[in-house]
């Protein structure tokens, strides 16, 4: 099956006991028992969900995996492939990294002796260079927060091989329509469903998607052992955004390219991240990886004033102000003060992450009143 039509039936069949075509709400802790180990496959919700279960098929179908493991949130599914790993192990990352993730590997991991190198991974040789008896797995995020830097997963994937590591790749920011790293050599694949998948800012949730029978068991075993589990409310809106998630993407690349040409010929921006310009450092990777650009950007403006940033953001109606991303409605975030506020100010700025740096998440709306909402806001400064 082509993507599309993935979205729409993967995973999902109507309810054999009522025919629902839609696939209930199991609003449900438990299960009634025949006889002492004599049921129907489902026991206790933590372990498994009949509305999940549906989900996990769905998201295992469309990244082109055999396996798909729900958890409560992004961060959880995160926590569960680094307790994959025991006391001593080393994990490679790239350093151009979500905050929350970087939190958690070392503000929790740390702690428990897992040690973890940031490296920049634009060259793979780089990655190489830190490898020892110890690394266990390669981490990787492409596009990155806020840079919109590019990283080649199957170059990584040859070193990932070449010296027996996993390699985990974060695949928030492409959703599964635009990248699907198990096709590029990649073990795991991480989403935080809250963004894309999900897609209508309502749901917290996170997934991983693996092939290897042994390692999803093992993951499987730490999403019932460690617990943190999606309720079934959640799986059944996730379901029902994924049904969407091709149209959705579609437009929010038209949406991000109509933007990004927009921003670009702008006399008050200075610079434009966006993978899908043939000048940006990474477009041949992007263009060999990827199916489309995305609806993700980031902007500087001429002068840097933190000022500026602001009242440009304080003046925009459609694009609101607020974290996340990935949702049918346009939104801004201002990393430096927001999301990447805990990166001191010489750390950010040699990677470019300026005081002036705006990200914009491009929805689904009418690209001309995008475009009219940043042209009125521009003209404030
Ligand atoms: C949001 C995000 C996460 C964390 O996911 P949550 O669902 O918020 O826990 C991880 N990685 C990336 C790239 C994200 O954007």
Same mark, same amino acid.
């Given at each position: 099956?082509?993507?599309?039509?993935?979205?729409?039936?993967?995973?999902?069949?109507?309810?054999?006991?009522?025919?629902?075509?839609?696939?209930?709400?199991?609003?449900?802790?438990?299960?009634?028992?025949?006889?002492?180990?004599?049921?129907?496959?489902?026991?206790?919700?933590?372990?498994?969900?009949?509305?999940?279960?549906?989900?996990?098929?769905?998201?295992?179908?469309?990244?082109?995996?055999?396996?798909?493991?729900?958890?409560?949130?992004?961060?959880?599914?995160?926590?569960?492939?680094?307790?994959?790993?025991?006391?001593?192990?080393?994990?490679?990352?790239?350093?151009?990294?979500?905050?929350?993730?970087?939190?958690?590997?070392?503000?929790?991991?740390?702690?428990?002796?897992?040690?973890?190198?940031?490296?920049?991974?634009?060259?793979?040789?780089?990655?190489?260079?830190?490898?020892?008896?110890?690394?266990?797995?390669?981490?990787?995020?492409?596009?990155?927060?806020?840079?919109?830097?590019?990283?080649?997963?199957?170059?990584?994937?040859?070193?990932?091989?070449?010296?027996?590591?996993?390699?985990?790749?974060?695949?928030?920011?492409?959703?599964?329509?635009?990248?699907?790293?198990?096709?590029?050599?990649?073990?795991?694949?991480?989403?935080?469903?809250?963004?894309?998948?999900?897609?209508?800012?309502?749901?917290?949730?996170?997934?991983?998607?693996?092939?290897?029978?042994?390692?999803?068991?093992?993951?499987?075993?730490?999403?019932?052992?460690?617990?943190?589990?999606?309720?079934?409310?959640?799986?059944?809106?996730?379901?029902?955004?994924?049904?969407?998630?091709?149209?959705?993407?579609?437009?929010?690349?038209?949406?991000?390219?109509?933007?990004?040409?927009?921003?670009?010929?702008?006399?008050?921006?200075?610079?434009?991240?966006?993978?899908?310009?043939?000048?940006?450092?990474?477009?041949?990777?992007?263009?060999?990886?990827?199916?489309?650009?995305?609806?993700?950007?980031?902007?500087?403006?001429?002068?840097?004033?933190?000022?500026?940033?602001?009242?440009?953001?304080?003046?925009?109606?459609?694009?609101?102000?607020? &974290?996340?991303? #990935?949702? !049918?409605? @346009? *939104?801004?975030?201002?990393?430096?003060?927001?999301?990447? %506020?805990?990166?001191? $100010?010489?750390?950010? &700025?040699?990677? #470019?992450? !300026?005081? @002036? *740096?705006?990200?914009?998440?491009?929805?689904?709306?009418? %690209?001309?009143?995008? $475009?009219?909402?940043?042209?009125?806001?521009?003209?404030?400064?």
């Amino acid at each position: 099956m082509k993507f599309g039509t993935k979205a729409i039936h993967a995973g999902v069949s109507p309810d054999l006991s009522t025919g629902a075509i839609m696939t209930p709400i199991f609003q449900t802790s438990t299960y009634v028992q025949k006889s002492p180990g004599d049921h129907l496959g489902y026991e206790y919700s933590r372990t498994h969900n009949p509305t999940r279960t549906a989900l996990q098929n769905s998201l295992a179908a469309l990244e082109n995996g055999k396996h798909g493991i729900c958890f409560s949130s992004g961060l959880g599914a995160i926590d569960a492939v680094v307790k994959l790993f025991n006391p001593g192990d080393e994990i490679i990352s790239t350093n151009d990294l979500y905050g929350g993730t970087y939190r958690l590997f070392t503000k929790v991991f740390e702690r428990y002796g897992i040690k973890f190198h940031f490296v920049p991974m634009d060259k793979p040789e780089t990655i190489a260079s830190h490898v020892n008896e110890k690394t266990k797995m390669i981490w990787v995020e492409t596009p990155t927060n806020p840079m919109m830097n590019i990283i080649d997963i199957k170059a990584v994937s040859e070193v990932a091989k070449k010296h027996g590591l996993i390699l985990a790749v974060d695949n928030t920011f492409a959703s599964p329509f635009l990248q699907n790293p198990l096709d590029l050599g990649a073990d795991i694949v991480m989403h935080s469903v809250t963004k894309y998948l999900g897609g209508h800012s309502d749901v917290v949730m996170g997934a991983l998607v693996v092939n290897d029978d042994e390692l999803a068991s093992k993951l499987v075993f730490l999403q019932n052992a460690c617990g943190a589990t999606p309720g079934p409310q959640d799986c059944f809106l996730v379901l029902r955004g994924i049904k969407t998630l091709h149209l959705r993407m579609e437009r929010h690349c038209q949406n991000g390219k109509t933007i990004a040409a927009f921003l670009k010929n702008h006399p008050k921006i200075s610079k434009v991240y966006w993978p899908g310009f043939e000048d940006h450092p990474n477009h041949s990777i992007a263009k060999s990886q990827m199916r489309d650009f995305g609806g993700m950007i980031s902007f500087t403006l001429v002068g840097n004033k933190l000022e500026d940033a602001k009242k440009v953001m304080e003046n925009l109606h459609l694009f609101a102000l607020a &974290e996340s991303l #990935g949702g !049918v409605e @346009s *939104l801004c975030g201002h990393p430096a003060s927001m999301t990447h %506020a805990s990166i001191p $100010k010489e750390e950010r &700025e040699k990677v #470019g992450l !300026v005081d @002036s *740096l705006i990200r914009l998440s491009v929805g689904v709306e009418d %690209a001309e009143d995008l $475009k009219n909402d940043l042209a009125q806001a521009l003209a404030k400064i």
